[in-house]
């Protein structure tokens, strides 16, 4: 077998077998049900994980099983019912922060990663304003005119608006670090754009678009020296790599759980403890309140006030199966595979005439996916002509607006991997690809 | 035929790299050479970035040019093109008609039988409406030429 990266042994407790191959990516898929449906007569090929991942059968089973016997409203009432949720609930938060390397008090749920960045962004103007439980700890997330905001030009729109508009209600500055023609983080410009007026550096892990892996401990250790606060977009690494915050040294991160073969509607905010202790509320109302008089309110510790209201809660004990699945798998083994499926894709791409690869050049590192342009095709036509093929990636921006305008291009055909695709997935992708640009008379 | 071939037609491979009309003569509606009045509408597809630009020119109750500038996938761009050489020379309210039974064309999921006769070379686009999530591609240059028109026709009120 030939791997693309080295697997360390037994990494945070993960499982000492042997690395993933083909055929356990093979019998890794019948496990997903919708993995073996057809589309337009076709064996699905799905590549589009980067945009949403599928399911095990036993995510499925563990919240219809969750539902079946156990739900009820969480943090109230005492009814067995309601024991047996919260259990079940309070179960899920340890083991997701046990596998994103925290601790349980430092994980709030959230709908997705979105979610999670826009509630550290209000916690910010609360901050800024004085409300929502700000006490003496809340003064490092106050931002000001002269105030800067430092973010990448390859971030997806999650992690862009949010801060923009945090700039806008608060006067600061927003500044991006940026990437160079291939879509890598320019480092070298760190210098200037990292000063003492920076409150906060917000970059994602693995861009959603080039697959490149950001170096973390580079930035954080800039970050760190300047006095500025981290924030991590983790959605393309917890669910890709293994992560662990503590180790990173980040401040903040977010991640979604429908990216990393869990359901929809659940995600999460980390935070270290004492900063999100220290962080003003964002949501307010029910469960997340110690005291409550006419005049004013005393907010739990984190991770509950930031958990206002009903919560996920079959969402999270399901997401929780789903980290079961991956653990079970090891995250060092879904990198290495998904490193060797990325540099498929990427020598692939590179051999095709006319197709321009983004991002990572063959032979650098990447995650499993590769964006790439058909010179005198739409990507929307690439996708479709995939699409008829059976084979499911993303067309268009990739809610990342910013980085195809600096490369010259309004939009990119995705090919997406996880750990249940093969080697043949890709060559099919491929395949088809080298077919695009005969169809629509773009070889001349 | 397959489902694929139907919509990628002659035609509309053809009209999406000859983009006939392609190049606005002039980016606003401020009537020139023997119009009497003009308009100008753009329109966006922010789920797949397609864009356009439509400029219509007017002398009565005549098209006499219709141009564009656009960035989209060939369905887009073959639509703006088919559009551009059937508008000059057309009456208004027939082009509002044609976009009309073209609109409900595109909506009818392959089940539609247009009309050759007034729709012309659009009627390649028939292929389209079997693929739902390509059926805004077809139709941008068309609603904005809509949108055009009755901002020309507006302006010629408002004199």
């Not at chain 1, 009432?77 to 430092?106: C, K, M, N, S």
């Not at chain 1, 304003?129 to 030009?153: I, K, W």
């Not at chain 2, 002398?59 to 639509?79: P, Y």
């Amino acid at each position: 077998m030939n791997h693309g990266l080295p697997v360390p042994d037994g990494q945070r407790g993960d499982s000492h077998q042997a690395p993933f191959d083909d055929d356990q990516a093979r019998a890794l898929a019948q496990r997903f049900p919708i993995l073996s449906r057809t589309v337009m007569d076709a064996p699905l090929v799905y590549l589009d994980s980067g945009a949403t991942s599928q399911r095990p059968e036993s995510v499925i089973e563990a919240e219809g099983q969750f539902l079946r016997n156990s739900y009820a409203a969480v943090h109230r009432g005492a009814h067995t019912l309601a024991v047996e949720a919260t259990d079940a609930f309070e179960e899920a938060r340890r083991t997701v922060a046990d596998f994103v390397g925290a601790d349980e008090r430092e994980i709030v749920w959230t709908s997705n990663a979105t979610e999670a960045i826009n509630l550290l962004t209000y916690a910010f103007s609360n901050a800024t304003a004085g409300s929502n439980g700000s006490g003496p700890g809340s003064q490092r997330f106050r931002l000001a005119e002269g105030d800067e905001v430092l973010v990448t030009e390859s971030e997806h729109h999650a992690n862009l608006v949010p801060w923009q508009e945090l700039c806008a209600r608060t006067g600061a500055t927003l500044r991006w670090i940026p990437v160079d023609d291939d879509g890598l983080l320019r480092l070298d410009a760190l210098g200037d754009l990292l000063n003492e007026r920076t409150k906060v550096l917000a970059f994602t892990h693995v861009s959603n678009v080039t697959g490149a892996v950001n170096d973390v401990a580079t930035l954080v250790a800039a970050a760190k020296s300047a006095g500025a606060l981290t924030v991590l977009d983790a959605c393309q690494s917890v669910p890709h790599l293994p992560v662990d915050f503590h180790a990173l040294g980040v401040d903040f991160a977010a991640f979604s759980g429908h990216k990393m073969l869990g359901p929809t509607g659940i995600g999460a905010l980390y935070g270290r403890a004492e900063l999100l202790n220290s962080l003003p509320t964002f949501l307010t109302g029910g469960s997340m309140i110690t005291s409550v008089t006419m005049e004013r309110t005393e907010y739990l510790p984190a991770p509950a006030r930031f958990e206002a209201g009903t919560q996920r809660i079959s969402q999270a004990v399901a997401l929780a199966e789903a980290v079961r699945f991956l653990k079970d798998l090891g995250m060092d083994r879904v990198a290495a595979w998904e490193a060797e499926l990325g540099q498929r894709l990427a020598r692939g791409v590179a051999q095709i005439p006319g197709v321009r690869l983004v991002g990572p050049r063959p032979g650098q590192e990447r995650v499993g996916l590769a964006s790439v342009v058909v010179e005198g095709v739409h990507a929307h036509d690439v996708g479709q002509l995939l699409d008829v093929a059976g084979v499911a990636v993303r067309v268009g921006h990739h809610c990342a607006q910013p980085l195809h305008r600096r490369l010259g291009i309004t939009a990119t055909t995705r090919a997406s991997a996880y750990v249940y695709n093969t080697t043949a997935d890709v060559d099919r992708f491929l395949e088809e690809l080298s077919g695009v640009r005969a169809y629509f008379r773009a070889e001349d | 035929m397959s489902a694929l071939d139907q919509m990628y037609q002659e035609v509309i491979l053809d009209h999406s790299k000859r983009r006939i009309g392609e190049g606005l003569a002039a980016g606003d509606a401020t009537p020139m050479g023997d119009e009497d009045a003009a308009g100008c509408h753009h329109e966006y597809n922010p789920t797949c970035g397609d864009e356009i630009l439509v400029r219509v020119g007017l002398n009565g109750d005549t098209v006499t040019s219709l141009t564009w500038q656009g960035d989209g996938c060939s369905i887009s761009m073959a639509a703006a093109s088919v559009l551009s050489e059937m508008a000059p020379g057309a009456d208004v309210s027939t082009l509002l008609t044609q976009i009309e039974a073209y609109r409900e064309m595109l909506r009818s999921r392959g089940a539609a039988e247009p009309d050759e006769e007034l729709l012309g070379d659009a009627v390649a686009f028939l292929g389209v409406s079997r693929f739902v999530a390509r059926v805004k591609c077809a139709a941008l240059a068309w609603v904005a030429t809509e949108a055009a028109l009755r901002q020309a026709a507006a302006g010629r009120t408002e004199d």
